[in-house]
């Protein structure tokens, strides 16, 4: 993508280059972002978002000269010159593209690295975050604790259940579209968690959502919507199916058609 953009963006006769390390994927200097046994790991993935950080402000900032290339497509175009009206569109929607990831990248760098932060900074915290696979963009969530008042907490102690495990996997243009979130483990029951493990909140749907939202903060809804949902760990699932990612993609999808018929309601507690 970077390259296309390289190729629509060259002034004639020129090149845009790029640091070597650069094209290797070396951040330098390594940066500690967690005081945990996945330090390796997370700064592997510091080295390899430096790494791709770079190729996006290559492919972005360009010179005068260069914006002076696009605006010449544009105005080829619309006195009928060699060049497309969807060879424009195409080109545009390339640079929106890459400015929308390296926002993105940016975003979930920072909240990545405060949240580590506070992990490190609490004996006892509330959730903790880490990535999957090593990949900035699908995080896990442990929730390690709820309103200690509630039957989920009781049922979280009963069955020796350290943690509410989530996963959440940002879109390319995050944030200014919401994550997909799903429980993955323990198998709940109401707590407005449904099907596959999907999540009955308005704030995860393009409707309900806002930019500002952190990951924090929907982390914390969630836990507030089991308590007020009555949610409850299952002990025992009905056929042995347990939660998955393709049927949660179903039952959300399900759900924001729904919902943008027949707009959002508070349900009864008894209705999860």
């Given amino acids: 993508m970077a390259a296309v953009l390289r ?29 945990s046994p996945s330090q390796a790991a997370a700064r ?16 972005t900032k360009v010179s005068p000269a260069e914006n002076n290339n696009v605006s010449n497509v544009v105005r080829k175009c619309s006195n009928g010159g060699g060049i497309s009206k969807k060879q424009t569109t195409a ?22 690295q405060e949240m580590s932060k506070q992990q490190r900074e609490s004996a006892s915290p509330v959730f903790t975050v880490e990535l999957a696979d090593d990949n900035l963009y699908e995080w896990n ?41 799903r429980v993955i483990t323990p198998h709940i029951e109401k707590g407005f968690v449904m099907e596959g493990g999907a999540i009955c909140m308005e704030l995860l749907t ?29 002990r025992k699932v009905k056929g042995g199916k347990g939660f998955s990612k393709k049927a949660a993609e179903v039952s959300f999808r399900s759900l924001v058609k729904t919902h943008d018929k027949y707009g959002w309601v508070t349900p009864p507690l008894a209705d999860g």
């Fill in 44 to 59: 592997r993935l510091l080295a390899r978002a430096r790494s791709t950080m770079h190729v996006y402000r290559d492919a």
């Fill in 7 to 35: 190729k629509l963006l060259r002034p004639s006769g020129g090149k845009l280059e790029h640091n070597k390390s650069e094209k290797q994927g070396t951040g330098g200097g390594g940066e500690t972002v967690m005081g």
């Fill in 91 to 112: 080109a545009m929607g390339e640079s929106t593209v890459v400015h929308a990831r390296l926002v993105r990248t940016r975003r979930l760098m920072r909240e990545f």
């Fill in 206 to 234: 393009p409707s309900g959502w806002a930019s500002a939202y952190t990951i924090e903060a929907i982390v914390m809804q969630f836990s507030a919507s089991l308590v007020k949902g009555q949610g409850r760990i299952v």
């Fill in 141 to 181: 969530v442990k929730l390690h604790r709820v309103d200690p008042d509630s039957d989920l907490h009781r049922d979280m102690r009963d069955t020796n259940t350290p943690f509410i495990l989530l996963n959440l996997s940002f879109p390319d243009n995050f944030p200014f579209a919401p994550p997909f979130m």
